[in-house]
């Protein structure tokens, strides 16, 4: 998959990320954010649309492992080790962490203002 398909589908997933629960959920605890939309700089915004976009790509591969098994114990050990994928791409983004990426997701799905913000980065990523 190209760069810009991956960014086109990070763009769309960010749609169904603020609206749908997600195949994998991160297990570190949930981080309530009421912020307005100018309290993420536009450092962080960057740091989360890269993050955004490797998350997705885990997403996506560990989704496709969960649909070949029916097993209940793999696919467990599927989201596991998916879940350690994603805390690892998370954090392996500059200016990125679990903690701030949650935030900003959680605010994001309740604040349209920064939910739009991300979306023009992702889009400006995706044509860059």
Known sequence: MTF????????SALALALTAAPVLVLSSGTVTAQ???????????????AAFVEVNDVRTAYARQLQQTEDEAEQRAIIQEGNAAIVEAIDGVDGMDVELYSAILEAAGSNEDL???????LD?????
Do not use: M
Not at 4 to 11: G, L, Q
Not at 124 to 128: A, K, L, P
């Open 4 to 11: 810009r398909k991956t960014a086109a589908a990070a763009t």
């Open 35 to 49: 912020v307005a939309a100018d309290e993420y700089s536009a450092a962080d915004i960057d740091a989360f649309a």
């Open 115 to 121: 939910s739009q913000r991300i979306t023009r980065r």
């Open 124 to 128: 400006d990523v995706v044509q860059g």
